[in-house]
């Protein structure tokens, strides 16, 4: 036992501390999937596809079944999997096509990488060097790769047996629900009346492929009473149901362990083929069998993500005021359809509207196959591509009406004083203050000076111009309440589950369902319970990460940890003050009404009388004096399930400097204020904002996933597939400003995508406004150098046509480029 003697847990929330978890993580004492090993375990290889689109003819397994250490070489059909097909759960329409993706290809393969065999040895070096010995014959068929093309009526079929390549297509009309406005007529109006203007624009999203530090590996021990699953994933409460669901395994049977984990980002938010090849051999073997994929084959094969054409049309009167808005979007499904896949896109059509008043709105957004790597959530999942198709169509209104492109944005936003404010897809915002965050990023940037500074570089021709990037952005967090993605048809609720445990020493136990992968956890919920029950910083220890701890729970994605997972904590909390405060009366002899609590302390309201927490305790675990008919537990459970999301929201801005004769894009200055409501520990949020920004700007400058036109990715590696170092970004500016969340009881609205959401259009935005008045008004991301100076020639005339090698050029984002070597190569 060890009572509070001193308040000293008071003010933890909104304290800097360094994070408890990184002892462990930056000392090398943490322990990943790959770092286990029961004995016996025997390691699996998989055969993957090189062909993007065939007909398997034949599979000879003979010559890598007497390879050394071999135990052996599995197709489907080998496994009786042949009708095993990963989940989805999101059919976003009652008729969305699904086809079934098998555990390993069945007769066909439908994108480059996909699994055809699996080889079993002795250890992994051992199965990947006899997968290479497995010959597989194929018949090769025309990819399907342009997801416009795959669209139309005739286009060959990914799947013949769909007869069609569009999985769904998802409207939402504010003619048919809410606000009753319609886009049609706004468009219809704004042509026929001179006084509005119509902006059509098409943007495209690239493919990006998740980069997370760790590998994505997996574990499976049959021996025993249960079957344990170790997995890097970020999502093992769901990779329980679904390995059930999939395999029908029992899922009392089943036990997931997610150990430190190396990032996600989404990328491991999936249920993955590999994981059910593990049980499937676990089961049939009766041996641990384990995965850990190389880094290409996790770039080959992990989900990509975003991959959307946006085709935006925007009405406004010519005084700047926005009447309508219509996002028509193709999205890029890949051969198969993710676990949330088809509702990442959906996600989107909600923050279209950002922070502004736009009365119609309309969004259609056909999700279609092609013959690549399917794609699901990444860092924001449909946010991002919507914040950067209105944040681009704001600019590109702000330039065809010759505004400047900050007071556009002022003119339709939602005012601080109009909060709650129902939007025109029937969200309601909470709070808000867009005016705080802007003056005060405005301040920090010195926006007034760089505009003077742009002028005057304009005016004198200087070769390297200014532009100014602006995005001021929102997002709904806290995913999610239950209700809405039940009306979404999502396949499962939003809330999350936290335990307490009173331990009789005094320390103090917390099992929460919301699963870490690098995120800070661990120091942000204890600060939260260490202030709510008035006990020591280091007495809180949080469990996380294994369904035998804690067996509730929906795990970690979607800015939902603290904002869902954090307050079901907040609310066992206050359980265990609600049992504690009883036993203080029994043991102070005083009527409950006459107790306080503060600090850790019950006291008698005008004595010294008091007890501390933890020896309420330590007395409850002794049980030898407490109330008639009471339990003599503190031990708490809580289950949390928002009413709302929660809207963080934030200015961001940066000047870009482009050398108008080499296409050199340099990021000079960026500055960031962002709204995320109460801050639960600024070390944390300012790392996370960072990390964000870095994601964010490299969509802008850097990363695509490429394929060939026979669909081969052709940069599966990091040689090829340019990630920016810490080296290749300026230092940041960040700050945040607050206007609490009333969605929840600490007031927080989540930080882990804001970075990422907003950076992507300030960036492009700021190129753009470099070289604009040059003639260049649009570049493809990532806008690397060659494309600005190819962009650039165009505008002089000068014929400068791209070519695939262009943006596989490695480097090709800040750095210079020699124009008498426009594609890069090596010399």
């Not at 384990?290 to 010519?318: F, G, N, P, Y």
Request: charged share 20%; aromatic share 6%; with cysteine.
């Amino acid at each position: 036992m060890t009572p509070t003697a001193e308040p000293t847990t008071t003010g933890e929330i909104g304290r800097a501390r360094v994070r408890k978890e990184d002892q462990r993580l930056i000392t090398g004492r943490s322990r990943y999937t790959d770092s286990i090993t029961p004995p016996g375990t025997v390691h699996i290889a998989v055969v993957r596809s090189t062909i993007a689109r065939a007909t398997i003819t034949s599979i000879d397994k003979s010559e890598a079944e007497k390879a050394p250490g071999v135990f052996g070489v599995y197709t489907a059909a080998d496994l009786g999997a042949e009708e095993v097909g990963m989940p989805c759960a999101w059919p976003i329409t009652p008729d969305q096509k699904a086809p079934q993706r098998p555990v390993l290809a069945v007769g066909r393969v439908n994108f480059s990488g996909e699994g055809v065999a699996v080889v079993v040895a002795r250890s992994a070096a051992a199965a990947r060097d006899a997968a290479e010995l497995v010959e597989i014959d194929y018949e090769p068929l025309d990819p399907v790769l342009d997801m416009e093309a795959a669209a139309q009526d005739g286009a060959e079929l990914v799947h013949p047996d769909l007869g069609t390549n569009v999985s769904a297509t998802w409207v939402f009309d504010s003619g048919e629900v809410g606000t009753g406005a319609s886009v049609t007529d706004a468009i219809t109006t704004a042509e026929a009346d001179d006084d509005q203007i119509v902006v059509r624009r098409r943007f495209r999203q690239q493919r990006l492929i998740p980069a997370f530090m760790e590998p994505r590996s997996c574990v499976v021990d049959p021996t025993g009473e249960q079957l344990t699953i170790w997995a890097a994933t970020q999502v093992p409460h769901i990779l329980r149901t679904m390995t059930t669901v999939t395999l029908g395994v029992p899922e009392s049977k089943l036990r997931v362990i997610a150990p430190d984990v190396g990032g996600g980002f989404g990328g491991k938010i999936g249920v993955l083929p590999e994981e059910m090849l593990c049980v499937l051999l676990a089961q049939k073997l009766n041996k641990p069998v384990k995965w850990t994929e190389t880094r290409s084959e996790c770039m080959l094969t992990a989900h990509h993500a975003r991959d959307q054409i946006q085709d935006l049309v925007m009405t406004a009167k010519k005084d700047g005021t926005i009447t309508g808005f219509d996002v028509h979007l193709y999205a890029d499904m890949g051969a198969y359809l993710g676990l949330v896949g088809p509702g990442v896109p959906i996600l989107g059509a909600f923050m279209f509207n950002a922070i502004y008043k736009i009365p119609a709105l309309r969004f259609t957004c056909s999700n279609v196959f092609t013959n690549k790597t399917l794609t699901d959530a990444y860092r924001g999942a449909g946010r991002p591509e919507a914040t950067f198709g209105i944040e681009r169509m704001m600019d590109e209104l702000a330039v065809e009406l010759g505004r400047d492109p900050m007071e556009l944005r002022e003119q339709n936003w939602i005012k601080h004083e109009e909060f709650p404010f129902d939007t025109v897809v029937g969200l309601t915002y909470d709070t808000g203050n867009y005016e705080q965050a802007t003056q005060r990023a405005m301040a920090l940037f010195d926006y007034a000076g760089l505009r003077r500074e742009q002028e005057e570089r304009r005016k004198s021709g200087d070769p390297v111009q200014l532009g100014i990037g602006i995005s001021t952005f929102t997002e709904m967090c806290g995913l999610a309440p239950s209700r809405v993605l039940g009306s979404l048809d999502y396949g499962a609720g939003g809330w999350e589950a936290a335990s307490i445990r009173m331990l009789a020493t005094g320390k103090v136990e917390v099992t929460t369902g919301a699963s870490a992968h690098g995120q800070g956890h661990e120091t942000a919920f204890s600060q939260i319970v260490a202030d709510k029950l008035g006990v020591g910083f280091d007495d809180v220890e949080i469990l996380h990460g294994d369904t035998q701890v804690a067996p509730k729970g929906l795990d970690t994605y979607g800015s939902r940890s603290l904002v869902v997972g954090g307050v079901a904590i907040v609310n066992a909390a206050d359980k265990v003050i609600e049992k504690a405060r009883k036993i203080a009366a029994h043991l102070l002899e005083a009527s409950e009404d006459d107790l306080e609590f503060a600090n850790g302390q019950f006291t008698v309201k005008g004595t010294d009388k008091g007890k501390a927490i933890q020896e309420i305790a330590f007395a409850t675990f002794m049980a030898h004096d407490y109330p008639e008919g009471m339990e003599p537990s503190l031990d708490s459970d809580a289950v949390f399930d928002p009413e709302n999301f929660s809207f963080p929201h934030g200015t961001h801005l940066c000047a870009m400097e482009v050398d108008t004769d080499t296409g050199r894009v340099t990021l000079r200055k960026y500055v960031c204020v962002d709204d995320i409501g109460n801050v639960i520990n600024p070390l944390i949020v300012e790392g996370q904002v960072h990390g964000g920004l870095a994601q964010g700007i490299a969509q802008a400058l850097f990363e695509e996933a490429n394929y060939d036109d026979q669909g081969t990715l052709v940069n599966a590696t990091f040689v090829d597939y340019t990630l920016p170092s810490a080296a290749d970004l300026p230092s940041f500016t960040t700050e945040t400003v607050s206007t609490p969340s009333t969605t929840n009881p600490l007031g927080v609205k989540g930080v882990g995508e804001a970075g990422t959401i907003a950076s992507t259009p300030a960036i492009v935005n700021g190129v753009l406004d470099a070289i604009r008045h040059l003639g260049v008004d649009e570049i493809e991301m990532p806008t690397t150098s060659q494309r600005v100076w190819r962009a650039l020639q165009v505008a002089k005339g000068h014929a400068a046509q791209e070519t695939p090698s262009d943006t596989h050029s490695p480097g090709a984002g800040l750095g210079s480029i020699d124009p008498n070597n426009p594609k890069g190569e090596v010399q």
